[in-house]
Structures are given as structure tokens and as C-alpha cells.
């Protein structure tokens, strides 16, 4: 593999397939648009959307890995950007946990039995998840690709000191999908016009569109609502470091 790469990097659950049509959109605005832009895991994609990034044609490629991975040892070419997004961390599980029951993934679950989130609130059942998700260091299911949660946005980061680096917040894209589309496109040198921009944030949100299922609530901070306030305080405490170093360490409930 020599191509030259952007990678679009995340932790799942962060909304990565959110960010993804978006991009696609971005670079066919006016034509039929790709479905998404593919993942890397095991093996490169032999397809993905091209364009011209200060002078060189890349192609875009989605990852869960982290950046130390063994994997990539396989990757010969040239990483020419990095793009990424962050998420409150129980945000990422309470989607991950929906995601686990959607895919019927029984060893996700206490006991095997496969819930839905709502019902293992309802169950008294979630601290059990918040201290897996604190003593495994992130969702069980993710740690072989991720590595540890609280180290998944630093490698980045690290790896976005000898490498052009972009990094989006998910609650700042909830809050405002134009800024965060007019920030992406800066970064990857590209130009549309507010119509544009506007005509490809009404394709994604289409696309996108709350299902109950893989597009879940589509929205922030939805700990906030969902789970009882000692729950998330509790997590909160002793996950204060991490949070301080996403952002989150001083978000007030309701901001």
C-alpha cells in the first residue's frame, strides 16, 4: 500500500458515521455522493473517495484503531491528515450499549441476557456498566482495537504533532452542523458555498436520520436525561481526569 491517506480517526460511538457522509457529501456536492467512506481494520480498502490535498490525490479512510496499532505496520504510505471526534464517554456507552443489543451481542450483557438501554436503567443494572466501563478503561468490546479510552484521544493528538490534525467535538457538531462543516472543509482545503453547505447538511441529516436503531437519539449529552444524576456524578468523579482532558471536566448538567 503506497497511497497517500487522510485518516478519519475516532473511538466508536463518538458519531464518526455522522462525520463520514458528511465528508463524502463534501467532495461530491453536486453528483451522486458515496454511500460512506470505508473502514480499515484488518485490511486497506482498494476503494474510497479521492481529492487533491495540498497537491497530493488522497484517499479517505475510517479507522477505530488506535494509532500504535499493529495493524498499520502494514500501511507503506503517506499519512497526509488526520481527522477526529470526541464524545462524552457515557455518551459512547449508553450508544455502545444500544449498538451491543441491536447486533444481539449477548456477551455485552450481564449474564448474557441482551437489554435495552432504557431497561437496564429501568433494571437498576447500569452501574454495573459504568464500573466495567471504568475498570476496563472503555467499552470491553473495543479494547483490542482502541486500546485504553483514556489514552485513545492522546495517541492521536501525538500523532497530530508531525501531521496535519483536525479534531471535532460531537455536542459542538449537535450544536452547530454549518461551523462544524465549515471547519472540515478548511482543513481539507476544500470551497462550497453556504448553499451548498446547506444543500449537503440536509443530504446528511437525511442519511442520518434518528431511527432507534444505529442512529439512536442523534443528539448531546443524552446521559443527562437518560441516567439518575448520581449515576453520572459518580462517573463524572472518578473519571475526572480524562474528562479534563477531552473538556468535559467542567460542563454544568444542562449548559
Known amino acids: 500500500m503506497t497511497d497517500n491517506i487522510v485518516l478519519l ?12 457522509k458528511l465528508i463524502a457529501e463534501m467532495l461530491v456536492v453536486d453528483g451522486d455522493g458515496f454511500e460512506i467512506i470505508p473502514s480499515f481494520f484488518k485490511v486497506f480498502p482498494e476503494i474510497s473517495p479521492q481529492f487533491m490535498l495540498r497537491g497530493s490525490v488522497c484517499r479517505l479512510i475510517k ?3 488506535h494509532p500504535e496499532h499493529e495493524t498499520f505496520g502494514l500501511f507503506q504510505g503517506s499519512l497526509k491528515a488526520i481527522l477526529s471526534i470526541r464524545r462524552h464517554p457515557l455518551d459512547i456507552l449508553l450508544s455502545s450499549l444500544n449498538y451491543a443489543c441491536m447486533k444481539e451481542n449477548a456477551a455485552s450483557f450481564i449474564g ?8 437496564i436503567i429501568a ?9 466495567q466501563f471504568l475498570d476496563t478503561d472503555g467499552f470491553p468490546f473495543y479494547s483490542g482495537q482502541c486500546g485504553a479510552f483514556s489514552a485513545y484521544q492522546r495517541r492521536w493528538r ?3 504533532e508531525i501531521t496535519p490534525y483536525l479534531e471535532i467535538c460531537y455536542e459542538d457538531m449537535v450544536a452547530d452542523p454549518a461551523a462544524a462543516a465549515r471547519s472540515i472543509l478548511t482543513f481539507l482545503g476544500l470551497q462550497l458555498s453556504d448553499i451548498q453547505i446547506r444543500k449537503v447538511l440536509k443530504n446528511v441529516a437525511w442519511r442520518t436520520r434518528q431511527n432507534g436503531k444505529f442512529f439512536w437519539r442523534r443528539r448531546a449529552y443524552n446521559y443527562e436525561e437518560l441516567l439518575p444524576g448520581e449515576l453520572s456524578s459518580d462517573f463524572n468523579v472518578r473519571y475526572k481526569p480524562v474528562l479534563d ?8 448538567p444542562g449548559e
Open 112 to 119: 448474557g441476557r441482551v437489554k435495552s438501554v432504557e431497561s
Open 245 to 252: 482532558e477531552l473538556g468535559y471536566g467542567s460542563r454544568t
Open 123 to 131: 433494571d437498576g443494572e447500569f452501574r454495573h456498566y459504568i464500573d
Open 63 to 65: 479507522t477505530h484503531l
Open 9 to 20: 480517526a475516532s473511538y466508536p460511538k463518538t458519531g464518526s458515521t455522522w462525520m463520514r
Open 158 to 160: 501525538a500523532a497530530g
